[in-house]
């Protein structure tokens, strides 16, 4: 939901479903690995929300 504070679960969830990294190994990574995963995956699902915004689709 907007303006809803997000966890690292939601990324961990993300994280595996578009890109297969299971969350056990996701665990292991440093703070600084995580971090830079999960904001390379919100321009991720950023862009992804505009292209579904202009109709143009999904392509992961």
């Not at 703070?31 to 992961?60: C, D, H, P, T, Y």
Request: charged share 25%.
């Amino acid at each position: 939901m907007k303006n809803e504070s997000v966890t690292d679960d939601y990324f961990y969830h993300h994280l595996f479903r578009l890109h297969g990294i299971p969350p056990h190994e996701i665990h292991q990574w440093t703070e600084g690995q995580k971090r830079f995963a999960f904001n390379s995956l919100i321009v991720q699902l950023e862009e992804e929300q505009e292209r579904l915004a202009k109709g143009i689709g999904r392509v992961m």
